[in-house]
C-alpha cells in the first residue's frame, strides 16, 4: 500500500543551524510528494511540493527533491529560525480516481534562540 | 480573502451526543475533506467528496457522517457510534483531481468529550 515515514521527533536546533527532516514513501506508481507545517493550535498550511521526480520543491527557505531512486523527499533548511518552529508532515498523494494525501506522522521541530 | 472555516475552535460533547463541525469554503473548490489528527500522530482521513451530493469513506469512517448539498460546504457529524471522538479535526478543499491541485486546510475544530 502506500505509506509515508518520517524520522522521529522531536527536533531541537538552535537558530542558524542547517536542518533536514527526513522523508521516505512506498506507492504504487508516481505520486506527487508535499511538505506541509502546522504551527500551534492551527491548520495545515502547505510549505512545498514536487510532483515528479527530480523536482524540486522550494519555499521560505526549505527545499526538497523527489528521488525516486530512493523514493525520498527529505525537507532541508540551511539557516533556522525561531520562527521555523513547528509541526512539518511529508504526505503523498496518489491520483486513483481521488485526491487521496496519505501523511507521514509528523515531526516537531523547536529553534532556540 | 477566499479560504476556509471551521466552526467552532473548541467543541464539547456528552456521552452519546451527536455533535456537527462546520467546514465552509468560498474558494469554489470541487472537492474537500475530513480528516481526524491525534497527538503524536499523522492525519487519518474519514470522508471525502469530490462533488455536489457525491461522498465516499475514507479510512476511517466508522462512527462519522457527512453530507454534501452545496459546493462550499461540508459538515461532519461525530455519532454516539465513535467510541473515541477526542480529538483535532481538520477540513480541507482542492480545486480538483488534477495531480498538481494542492489541498488547502482550515484552522480546525478541538473535540472533547464532557
Known amino acids: 500500500g502506500n505509506s509515508v515515514t518520517q524520522m522521529e521527533g522531536p527536533v531541537t536546533l538552535s537558530e542558524e543551524a542547517f536542518l533536514t527532516i527526513n522523508c521516505t514513501y512506498t506507492a504504487t506508481g508516481y505520486p506527487s510528494l508535499f511538505w506541509y507545517v502546522q504551527y500551534p493550535g492551527e491548520g495545515l498550511q502547505l510549505l512545498l511540493k514536487a510532483t515528479k521526480a527530480d523536482d524540486k520543491g522550494s519555499n521560505k527557505g526549505f527545499e526538497a527533491t523527489y528521488r525516486k531512486e530512493t523514493t525520498s523527499f527529505h525537507l532541508e533548511k540551511g539557516s533556522v529560525q525561531v520562527s521555523d518552529s513547528a509541526v512539518y508532515f511529508c504526505a503523498l498523494r496518489y491520483a486513483q480516481g481521488a485526491q487521496k494525501l496519505v501523511f507521514g506522522q509528523g515531526t516537531r521541530l523547536t529553534i532556540n534562540p | 480573502d477566499g479560504g476556509i472555516t471551521q466552526s467552532p475552535k473548541y467543541l464539547f460533547r456528552k456521552e452519546g451526543q451527536n455533535v456537527t463541525l462546520s467546514c465552509e469554503q468560498n474558494l469554489n473548490h470541487d472537492a474537500m475533506y475530513w480528516y481526524r489528527q491525534d497527538p503524536g500522530q499523522g492525519l487519518r482521513l474519514i470522508y471525502y467528496?469530490?462533488?455536489?451530493?457525491?461522498?465516499q469513506k475514507g479510512d476511517i469512517a466508522e462512527g462519522y457522517s457527512v453530507s454534501r448539498e452545496k459546493k462550499e460546504s461540508f459538515p461532519l457529524t461525530v455519532t454516539s457510534a465513535q467510541k473515541n471522538p477526542t480529538a483535532f479535526y481538520l477540513c480541507?478543499?482542492?480545486?480538483?483531481?488534477?495531480?498538481?491541485?494542492?489541498?488547502?486546510f482550515g484552522d480546525g475544530t478541538r473535540l472533547s468529550i464532557l
Open positions: 467528496s469530490q462533488i455536489v451530493n457525491d461522498f
Open positions: 480541507a478543499s482542492s480545486r480538483g483531481q488534477a495531480d498538481n491541485q494542492p489541498q488547502h
